[in-house]
T-cell receptor, first 111, second 115 residues
Framework: QKEVEQNSGPLSVPEGAIASLNCTYS??????FFWYRQYSGKSPELIMS????GDKEDGRFTAQLNKASQYVSLLIRDSQPSDSATYLC???????????FGTGTSLTVIP | EAGVAQSPRYKIIEKRQSVAFWCNPI?????LYWYQQILGQGPKLLIQ????????DSQLPKDRFSAERLKGVDSTLKIQPAKLEDSAVYLC?????????????FGPGTRLTVL
């Protein structure tokens, strides 16, 4: 059983601050890593994917991957109230093309 | 490009009844997933299809759940008989390629309430 762990939160940050979301995974053969945003009552939507060690930036979002530590994070700069949602970390194994999700971290951005 | 379609969007049944969900993936997507998301939890993979073959159904409660993917396109997920703990959102997702760097696209989900 692959395990993906996230701090369930809730995490609260003031508007304009940096929100930091963390995720660890147990399966060393995991190859691809994804961050999804899920608004209440909606389905998950992809915001970032990362496949190599290091940082990947897309607008206000930065994903960081450290395969040696089995750790992936998401930074949200200049947080906005519209960023308030649950953020799901997902990993994909290279064999079988299977996805495993964490339980999600609830983020609230306070105006 | 049309997204992943699911129906119905909501379903309320009594325990021990049966229910079926339908999913139509994005055109051309070879891989189709069914997830169960219980309130407050992340999605849990129930079954994964590659074209019309099953890749992984290790977490599917096979005594009550069944799924098929006809002709490698549409898919149905059935629960018979339903239990109270089956109350959840059932998400269908599809991916364009079986290997390599890619992502999955989710449908709107079916919210099931078992009374």
């Amino acid at each position: 059983q692959k395990e993906v762990e996230q701090n369930s939160g809730p995490l609260s940050v003031p508007e304009g601050a940096i929100a930091s979301l963390n995720c660890t995974y147990s399966d060393r053969v995991s190859q691809s890593f994804f961050w999804y945003r899920q608004y209440s009552g909606k389905s998950p939507e992809l915001i970032m994917s990362i496949y190599s060690n290091g940082d990947k930036e897309d607008g206000r979002f930065t994903a960081q991957l450290n395969k040696a530590s089995q750790y992936v994070s998401l930074l949200i700069r200049d947080s906005q109230p519209s960023d308030s949602a649950t953020y799901l970390c997902a990993v994909r194994t290279n064999t079988g093309n299977q996805f495993y999700f964490g339980t999600g971290t609830s983020l609230t951005v306070i105006p | 490009e049309a997204g992943v379609a699911q129906s119905p969007r909501y379903k309320i049944i009594e325990k021990r009844q049966s229910v079926a969900f339908w999913c139509n993936p994005i055109s051309g997507h070879a891989t189709l997933y069914w997830y169960q998301q219980i309130l407050g939890q992340g999605p849990k993979l129930l079954i994964q299809f590659q074209n019309n073959g099953v890749v992984d159904d290790s977490q599917l409660p096979k005594d009550r759940f069944s799924a098929e993917r006809l002709k490698g396109v549409d898919s149905t997920l059935k629960i018979q008989p339903a239990k109270l703990e089956d109350s959840a959102v059932y998400l269908c997702a599809s991916s364009p390629r079986p290997r390599g760097a890619y992502t999955q696209y989710f449908g709107p989900g079916t919210r099931l309430t078992v009374l």
